[in-house]
């Protein structure tokens, strides 16, 4: 088993109640069981508000609701009750590894930071060629010598890492190809015939908000800034809007391209981070036409946080993009190049 880090993992560190959107806001937080048998055990008034608040959810999982967009141990002082009376070592799994994320893939495993935490996202926004040991020598050796299909899909996800990050051409461009080299890539997954594309057809991006107003949303302001984005399409992204999308979408590419090894789809990811950008890149333009000073890094772990983390929010994308035509490949090309 090998683990492997990209070049920026070690710089983290938890900024507390300097954070502008804690992990304490918006989220249920799940307990393990581990620590809550330990919770169990804990005496005084910190014990007896832990086991007051600590309920079953609607998925079975065991949780602190949130309360009023809080979690209920997040202190006046933007502390954590817990850490501060029962001590670090006794928070759960999430509280404690928020927000390093490990992916098991059997013979190795990646481990990355979550874009919806703001420190890790501004770290992820300034860091340049991180991810040099993913998809490296000791991965494939791995892979090739036990698993054919996921060598393959290792080496598709670095071709379309280099295709996103073609600083040569406009994002727009990158995605499109990106798109395009994938459906190829499926084409061999499925056993088909890889097939040249149709001409796509577009109506614009307005179903992508649509779509993204429907959703599981926390924060009312995340809403009222996605409907004013839609209405203002005249708007442009700022110069350096690209150069911090291809950081996400880089994060993206590294953290779910590799669920096609259960899911049979690369197609899934790919998407998802087209929808990223026809969001992301609105809000960026509108916000900077109004002069509203929202900087670029809030836009993106602020989606990382609304959409990207919600289970069912993914979900609802992944259902739309095998049910509604618009997200067809061609017709995603199409829109791309319109924009
Ligand atoms: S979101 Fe990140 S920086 Fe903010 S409180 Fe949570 S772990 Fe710390």
Request: include cysteine; hydrophobic fraction near 35%.
């Given at each position: 088993?090998?683990?492997?880090?990209?070049?920026?993992?070690?710089?983290?560190?938890?900024i507390?109640?300097?954070?502008?959107?804690?992990?304490?806001?918006?989220?249920?937080?799940?307990?393990?069981s581990?620590?809550?048998?330990?919770?169990?055990?804990?005496?005084?008034?910190?014990?007896?508000?832990?086991?007051?608040?600590?309920?079953?959810?609607?998925?079975?999982e065991?949780?602190?609701?949130?309360?009023?967009?809080?979690?209920?141990?997040?202190?006046?002082?933007?502390?954590?009750?817990?850490?501060?009376?029962?001590?670090?070592?006794?928070?759960?799994?999430?509280?404690?590894g928020?927000?390093?994320?490990?992916?098991?893939?059997?013979?190795?495993?990646?481990?990355?930071?979550?874009?919806?935490?703001?420190?890790?996202?501004?770290?992820?926004?300034?860091?340049?060629?991180?991810?040099?040991?993913?998809?490296?020598?000791?991965?494939?050796?791995?892979?090739?010598?036990?698993?054919?299909?996921?060598?393959?899909?290792?080496?598709?996800?670095?071709?379309?890492?280099e295709?996103l990050?073609?600083?040569?051409?406009?994002?727009?461009?990158?995605?499109?190809?990106?798109?395009?080299?994938?459906?190829?890539?499926?084409?061999?997954?499925?056993?088909?015939?890889?097939?040249?594309?149709?001409?796509?057809?577009?109506?614009?991006?307005?179903?992508?908000?649509?779509?993204?107003?429907?959703?599981?949303?926390?924060?009312?302001?995340?809403r009222?800034?996605?409907?004013?984005?839609k209405?203002?399409?005249?708007?442009?992204?700022?110069?350096?809007?690209?150069?911090?999308?291809?950081?996400?979408?880089?994060?993206?590419?590294?953290?779910?391209?590799?669920?096609?090894?259960?899911?049979?789809?690369?197609?899934?990811?790919?998407?998802?981070?087209?929808?990223?950008?026809?969001?992301?890149?609105?809000?960026?333009?509108?916000?900077?036409?109004?002069?509203?000073?929202?900087?670029?890094?809030?836009?993106?772990?602020?989606?990382?946080?609304?959409?990207?983390?919600?289970?069912?929010?993914?979900?609802?994308?992944?259902?739309?993009?095998?049910?509604?035509?618009?997200f067809?490949?061609?017709?995603?090309?199409?829109?791309?190049?319109?924009?």
């Amino acid at each position: 088993m090998i683990d492997i880090y990209p070049d920026f993992y070690k710089e983290f560190k938890c900024i507390a109640n300097r954070c502008e959107d804690s992990c304490c806001k918006d989220w249920d937080i799940d307990i393990d069981s581990e620590t809550e048998r330990f919770y169990m055990t804990v005496k005084g008034a910190t014990g007896d508000k832990i086991r007051d608040k600590l309920v079953t959810d609607e998925y079975g999982e065991r949780v602190f609701k949130a309360e009023g967009g809080r979690c209920p141990f997040w202190n006046s002082d933007m502390l954590c009750d817990i850490f501060i009376d029962i001590g670090e070592e006794h928070l759960s799994e999430t509280c404690g590894g928020f927000p390093r994320v490990k992916v098991d893939y059997v013979d190795f495993r990646e481990h990355l930071l979550s874009f919806a935490c703001p420190e890790a996202a501004r770290i992820m926004l300034r860091s340049e060629n991180s991810y040099t040991g993913f998809g490296g020598e000791a991965e494939l050796s791995l892979a090739e010598n036990g698993d054919d299909y996921m060598s393959f899909l290792l080496k598709a996800r670095e071709r379309s890492a280099e295709i996103l990050t073609d600083g040569s051409l406009p994002f727009k461009y990158r995605l499109a190809d990106c798109l395009d080299f994938n459906v190829q890539v499926q084409s061999i997954l499925d056993g088909a015939e890889p097939q040249p594309m149709s001409e796509g057809k577009t109506e614009g991006n307005g179903f992508i908000f649509d779509m993204h107003l429907k959703f599981e949303i926390m924060s009312e302001r995340w809403r009222e800034a996605l409907e004013e984005a839609k209405e203002n399409a005249s708007a442009k992204a700022s110069d350096e809007f690209e150069a911090d999308f291809e950081k996400f979408a880089l994060y993206y590419i590294y953290r779910y391209y590799l669920e096609a090894v259960n899911s049979g789809d690369v197609l899934y990811s790919i998407k998802r981070i087209i929808c990223a950008y026809v969001i992301t890149e609105r809000l960026d333009a509108d916000f900077a036409a109004k002069g509203y000073p929202l900087p670029r890094m809030r836009i993106l772990q602020r989606y990382s946080k609304e959409v990207e983390h919600s289970y069912d929010n993914t979900e609802a994308l992944n259902a739309e993009f095998d049910r509604d035509e618009r997200f067809s490949a061609e017709n995603l090309i199409a829109l791309l190049e319109e924009l």
